[in-house]
């Protein structure tokens, strides 16, 4: 079985490439890919090479395959999973396999046959052994490759914590119809963020969520209303803080001074995490969601407030497990839909090139389908392209139909349609 993937080489060294996969063992799982959405992470790991954690230290000769937020179809299964997969089924990824003899291993970091930028791959053991292969109900692929990146949120949302005065508990989870604030927010991932606010099991009475973008601040208000929210008992508020004197005495006002529960920071800039500090009430929970690259990366931080008034800093990387099934579970019933996250598309052989800019291309989530040949295009541009494209002019007529957003039937638009690679 031949396929086509994207593989590091080294720093700055990606390269799409054809070649055979060997025949899978009797604990291994055949697959193909068919959506994959590009992550900072991947980044990260290509600017870095082999001094990233998770990539290992002979990539010159031996390269992996990138991209960890995949969803496919199962291929052919080996005789020791045949009695849990079957050919057919669609699947997606948990990455983070915490496995003992290697934590950092990870799909789309660490091996060489498996990752979501290829066509075809081999799912190794592990991944089955750590129940990190997951079965995917819904009906269109991006969702599946959207549950990593919501994991993370949810994984996120479960870890902040509060306590009772006098009790030495901690109660996991932000706080029911408390006050919520989330900084930094109108980007891919919080975007999100609001819609878990808003629609999990646990909705805050009170979301105010912050940007110095004025566009990506309309678009997320566009998306998630006022008016649905209050319908599930959240006041949201979106504020532009680019032009607001004092900003910290501002979002104060919308608690009565009172303080916010659950401050999530969506941005690692220091100036963020010192105001999300000082905006915390009694027991607030300040939850460092962004991810620096800056190893030294530090803030100030109130110790009076920590020791007096209780309040706490937790941060999490990634989601677990149950995280994504929770958020597999809640796409598949249309609670939450991240489709707002995505606002370009491409096919494989575009993954390079956006992989190693993506700090420089604005907008949220790039999302890939690796069977077919698409530059790297902008949802927002499908109408203007459509001029000369049909392609494209029915895609906007989908997305239009759609509020603007990605849908199945824009998916399966595009795979009938494109160019396969």
């Given at each position: 079985?031949?396929?086509?993937?994207?593989?590091?080489?080294?720093?700055?060294?990606?390269?799409?490439?054809?070649?055979?996969?060997?025949?899978?063992?009797?604990?291994?799982?055949?697959?193909?890919?068919?959506?994959?959405?590009?992550?900072?992470?991947?980044?990260?790991?290509?600017?870095?090479?082999?001094?990233?954690?998770?990539?290992?230290?002979?990539?010159?000769?031996?390269?992996?395959?990138?991209?960890?937020?995949?969803?496919?179809?199962?291929?052919?299964?080996?005789?020791?999973?045949?009695?849990?997969?079957?050919?057919?089924?669609?699947?997606?990824?948990?990455?983070?396999?915490?496995?003992?003899?290697?934590?950092?291993?990870?799909?789309?970091?660490?091996?060489?046959?498996?990752?979501?930028?290829?066509?075809?791959?081999?799912?190794?053991?592990?991944?089955?052994?750590?129940?990190?292969?997951?079965?995917?109900?819904?009906?269109?692929?991006?969702?599946?490759?959207?549950?990593?990146?919501?994991?993370?949120?949810?994984?996120?949302?479960?870890?902040?914590?509060?306590?009772?005065?006098?009790?030495?508990?901690?109660?996991?989870?932000?706080?029911?119809?408390?006050?919520?604030?989330?900084?930094?927010?109108?980007?891919?991932?919080?975007?999100?963020?609001?819609?878990?606010?808003?629609?999990?099991?646990?909705?805050?009475?009170?979301?105010?969520?912050?940007?110095?973008?004025?566009?990506?601040?309309?678009?997320?208000?566009?998306?998630?209303?006022?008016?649905?929210?209050?319908?599930?008992?959240?006041?949201?508020?979106?504020?532009?803080?680019?032009?607001?004197?004092?900003?910290?005495?501002?979002?104060?006002?919308?608690?009565?001074?009172?303080?916010?529960?659950?401050?999530?920071?969506?941005?690692?800039?220091?100036?963020?995490?010192?105001?999300?500090?000082?905006?915390?009430?009694?027991?607030?929970c300040l939850n460092f969601f962004a991810g620096p690259s800056d190893p030294n990366f530090s803030a100030l931080l109130n110790f009076y407030n920590v020791h007096?008034?209780?309040?706490?800093?937790?941060?999490?990387?990634?989601?677990?497990?149950?995280?994504?099934?929770?958020?597999?579970?809640?796409?598949?019933?249309?609670?939450?839909?991240?489709?707002?996250?995505?606002?370009?598309?491409?096919?494989?052989?575009?993954?390079?090139?956006?992989?190693?800019?993506?700090?420089?291309?604005?907008?949220?989530?790039?999302?890939?389908?690796?069977?077919?040949?698409?530059?790297?295009?902008?949802?927002?541009?499908?109408?203007?392209?459509?001029?000369?494209?049909?392609?494209?002019?029915?895609?906007?007529?989908?997305?239009?139909?759609?509020?603007?957003?990605?849908?199945?039937?824009?998916?399966?638009?595009?795979?009938?349609?494109?160019?396969?690679?």
């Open positions: 079985m031949k396929t086509k993937a994207v593989r590091l080489y080294g720093k700055n060294d990606l390269r799409l490439e054809e070649f055979e996969l060997p025949p899978i063992k009797e604990d291994e799982i055949l697959a193909k890919v068919i959506s994959d959405s590009l992550c900072m992470s991947s980044y990260k790991a290509a600017i870095q090479g082999s001094e990233h954690k998770r990539v290992p230290k002979n990539i010159d000769k031996n390269p992996v395959i990138i991209g960890h937020e995949f969803c496919g179809q199962i291929v052919e299964v080996g005789k020791k999973w045949q009695d849990k997969f079957k050919p057919g089924d669609k699947f997606t990824v948990q990455p983070a396999l915490n496995l003992k003899d290697n934590p950092y291993a990870a799909p789309g970091y660490s091996f060489q046959y498996i990752g979501g930028d290829a066509t075809y791959i081999i799912i190794p053991n592990e991944v089955m052994e750590q129940n990190c292969l997951l079965k995917y109900e819904g009906d269109a692929f991006f969702y599946g490759s959207l549950a990593e990146p919501m994991s993370c949120i949810i994984g996120a949302f479960h870890a902040s914590y509060h306590t009772e005065p006098g009790k030495y508990i901690h109660r996991m989870g932000t706080l029911e119809n408390g006050f919520m604030t989330i900084l930094a927010g109108a980007g891919p991932m919080g975007l999100g963020a609001i819609d878990y606010a808003v629609h999990g099991p646990k909705p805050p009475k009170l979301l105010v969520v912050t940007d110095i973008n004025q566009e990506r601040l309309d678009r997320a208000a566009s998306i998630y209303t006022q008016e649905d929210a209050k319908k599930h008992g959240v006041d949201l508020y979106y504020v532009n803080t680019a032009n607001i004197d004092n900003v910290e005495n501002y979002l104060l006002s919308f608690t009565d001074g009172r303080g916010f529960d659950d401050v999530f920071v969506f941005a690692p800039v220091r100036e963020l995490v010192e105001l999300a500090d000082r905006i915390l009430a009694r027991d607030g007096y008034n209780s309040t706490h800093v937790v941060g999490t990387s990634g989601g677990n497990t149950d995280d994504m099934i929770e958020a597999l579970d809640l796409m598949a019933k249309g609670v939450v839909n991240p489709a707002a996250m995505i606002t370009h598309i491409g096919g494989l052989n575009c993954v390079a090139q956006t992989t190693l800019n993506l700090p420089k291309i604005p907008g949220g989530k790039k999302l890939i389908y690796t069977n077919i040949e698409l530059d790297l295009v902008a949802i927002e541009d499908f109408k203007e392209k459509g001029k000369e494209n049909p392609l494209f002019a029915e895609l906007a007529k989908i997305v239009e139909r759609n509020n603007g957003l990605w849908c199945k039937e824009a998916e399966d638009f595009l795979l009938e349609n494109a160019k396969k690679i």
